[in-house]
């Protein structure tokens, strides 16, 4: 019968989340809550995921009214909606095989969004232009990751692919790196820096995987996961030279490019500066570029939707990649239609153009507060420092514990920070995200922690962590 | 650079689906027919594919207005919007992490939805008990499929894992299998007693497959697709004792259970069968059971909702199977909404009640009258003779073609019943599925047709077909 001896040996070989199992407690203290159990506090706050309604940020309603329209047509007649809201979902409607949302779409996406979402790229690359065949949607990037693995990653034996993987990175990631039996190839961050990425250390990363796996993928996130941090074009263009160089599939993570909140941080795409560099790379370097509904303003995770946009794929493999996809059947059509509206937002002139852009806006200013707040109150308290953080939904605040503390969690067979991190949901219900789950350099502790919620949350939040933090941290003294 | 030589070579084998070709073609076809280019039709009719909105079926209302609410909670104050329908949408916010559609669920589902969908087999199984801890929520059924392969078939090289998988059975499945690095052990139908399962060509099929592979998996399709035979109690109790003997994982596919329209059929569940054969079979035959929100009455393909039970499976195996799960990410939330209205239908006395009910009816009956008729038209056909299906929403009819169209089709490369059906699209305008994509007995030739669609398309779509049908066999006698 079936046991642990006859599973996968990729998946035989994988432990628990540990992050998974603060996220159960978290819900646990939170059913205990609600029984009446006395606790120190009266609710959960839980930064722990990038999941910004999940602490109660508010949905853009252009995006909610123009689905629901497109699910019961009967509200493209009722006055209670938006002009535009129902002349969008009409068309959207007229667009969609059977004209229903209950019907599949083409396994690749729906054409209008496929197109849309071309022309969003052209747009946001200053003309470098992109073509709705190289788009595939997916339920999510996380599903155009784990398909792009499966495209390019060959799952015959020894010598298996390795993947330049940063360091730290976010978990599901290096999840689907051990799922698929591919070799993670770390290149730590600078965290000094603000957490740059250097030529030189992809370099030794690259030399020292070579005899134990054949390196093949480059994967980069920008702007940074946890990081926060926005590469330069003259980073990119160097990261660009690298896998020219080295042959290496250029795999871009560039979700977070609607969160750029640094004074002098500018988001540039990885296909707009390969264009740039001309023929010689731009005809040659293999790349794929994902980007999502579920983060920045939208924060639609629940409705899956994500797409890829390949560049430079050979055409011998073009076919191949449309067909594993095809075997995938489409993304939800609900999460493609919050894709195009993420690609077609309102223009000035539209009903609804007034109150979108203030909706999007008061979320960007929340997020802007929101990071310069936590940096400043996490950087005064004792043992802990804070990059300031360009982009993203996130700050990951270094922490610098007594010796005693790594002692104890040694005792306890955990990380340090992840001790912490349950110390403070217990006492605190505050659930954070501990560094141990993103990879960090030997010896150092991080945290990371959503702030994109509501700014009345965070201030309770900081307060909770505050306190918790200088009696944990007078523990140990 | 990544090429033919370093993709996966699973991926790398499997050539392009001919059926996708047609749909593909299809899909041109309209878009000629909107730019004036003249045809000897007007629109095309497509029933390649399970998705009954495609062709003009309505969704059924209480479901979308619920979803709709759910996204839009500004809606549970209207008044344009049954009473019923807002207490259910208040109700599922309340549930949902961040009382939004927007947040993730757990990866394995909403824990209410998985308390409903357990609660709906208890009662479909006349009290077998279901657990919500062994229900896990997927995108679809072909995900929960998916996901069940990765989980049961070591990826480490020979002998490969083979799967007993009934002939004819629908392509993305086969397709899943060559994607997974499979072996398909295939066990035919016996077509002329209406596609019944025999136990003896499984014990054949076993027997044949023993040192080219290894079988662990037996995949059963019931109902029946493309075949619409349902199986008896005795005979699926006979297939449980032959996975006992045999020591096989049973995977049984039953999206189509809401789908019985036989006189003297009825869809009895694997699992309520291996519970009523007691503890030797009850505690140890490890199973799964998938459904969907796709098939049936609801057609919700777009919405992208199914979920897998697991019966048996080993405690070593259970946080491997979660932990998988969980790198998946959760299925779309609108389609676990979706799923929870097909396990909690309004009730006797709700607002909704009629209306849902006369909805459903209706669909029902459409389906009954139009598979009577489809058997009808396309058993008068010469060279047609078609099994009436017990349930499922596909007519599977054989054609007998004259020797000259088997030279034809050779000397084209393709088999006859794809010759057929191109030339059906063409010179008709409609879209069927041929049975070469299914797989059938050497010689044999099929189409599979949906006939789950508003019954003016089904005559408009048999008078096209009757006239091709008859020029066609014309031509080759």
């Known amino acids: 019968m079936f046991g642990l001896g006859t599973i996968d040996p990729n998946v035989r070989a994988i432990g628990g989340s540990q992050e998974h199992d603060l996220h159960r407690r978290a819900g646990q203290i939170r059913a205990e809550l609600q029984q009446g159990v006395s606790k120190p506090f009266s609710d959960v706050i839980d930064v722990s995921s990038g999941d910004s309604h999940l602490t109660g940020m508010m949905p853009v309603t252009f995006v909610r009214q123009v689905i629901a329209a497109c699910l019961c047509p009967a509200l493209i007649h009722s006055d209670d909606l938006p002009v535009d809201v129902r002349r969008r979902a009409q068309d959207l409607l007229a667009q969609l095989d059977g004209e229903s949302m209950g019907s599949y779409t083409d396994s690749c996406g729906a054409p209008n969004v496929q197109r849309s ?16 065949q190289n788009i595939f949607i997916c339920g999510g990037s996380q599903r155009a990751l784990a398909l792009l693995l499966e495209i390019l990653i060959p799952n015959d034996g020894p010598p298996y692919t390795g993947v330049l993987t940063p360091v730290p990175t976010y978990k599901t990631f ?36 070579r005899g ?7 994967y980069v996130i920008n702007p940074g996961n946890p990081t926060g941090h926005v590469q330069t074009m003259k980073s990119i263009a160097e990261v660009i030279q690298f896998a020219a160089e080295e042959e290496l599939f250029l795999l871009a993570d560039e979700v977070y490019q609607d969160t750029v909140h640094g004074d002098n941080s500018e988001f540039i795409s990885y296909k707009r500066v390969l264009f740039e560099m001309g023929g010689e790379f731009s005809e040659t370097v293999q790349m794929a570029s994902v980007h999502s509904a579920s983060k920045g303003y939208m924060g639609e995770c629940g409705l899956r939707a994500g797409y890829v946009e390949l560049v430079n794929i050979d055409h011998t493999v073009m076919p191949f990649a449309e067909w594993l996809i095809g075997t995938k059947i489409c993304a939800p059509v609900p999460g493609q239609v919050a894709l195009d509206i993420m690609a077609r937002p309102p223009q000035p002139g539209d009903a609804s153009y007034v109150q979108y852009t203030q909706e999007v806006q008061a979320i960007q200013e929340t997020l802007v507060h929101n990071v310069r707040r936590a940096q400043e109150v996490l950087n005064s308290l004792p043992g802990m420092s804070c990059q300031l953080p360009e ?34 949901l217990e006492d605190s ?8 789950e993103y990879g960090q350099r030997d010896g150092t502790h991080h945290l990371r922690l959503c702030v994109l919620i509501p700014t009345n949350t965070l201030d309770e939040m900081l307060t909770r962590l505050t306190r918790f933090h200088l009696r944990f941290m007078a523990e140990f003294f």
């Open 429 to 436: 219900g505050v659930c954070v995200s501990p560094g141990c």
């Open 212 to 218: 134990h796996c054949s390196p093949k993928v480059l």
């Open 117 to 132: 979402v071309a022309e969003f790229i052209t747009r946001r690359d200053g003309g470098v232009p992109a073509s709705p």
């Open 174 to 209: 290096t999840m689907l790196l051990e799922e698929t039996g591919t070799v993670m190839v770390p290149y730590q961050l600078c965290e000094e820096q603000g957490w740059v990425l250097q030529i030189d250390e992809l370099r030794r990363a690259l030399r020292d995987s």
């Open 391 to 424: 982009a993203g939904i996130f700050v990951f605040p270094r922490l610098q514990f007594h010796p005693q503390v790594a002692e104890h969690a040694k005792k306890a067979g955990v990380d340090a920070d992840l001790l912490y991190s349950r110390r403070l």
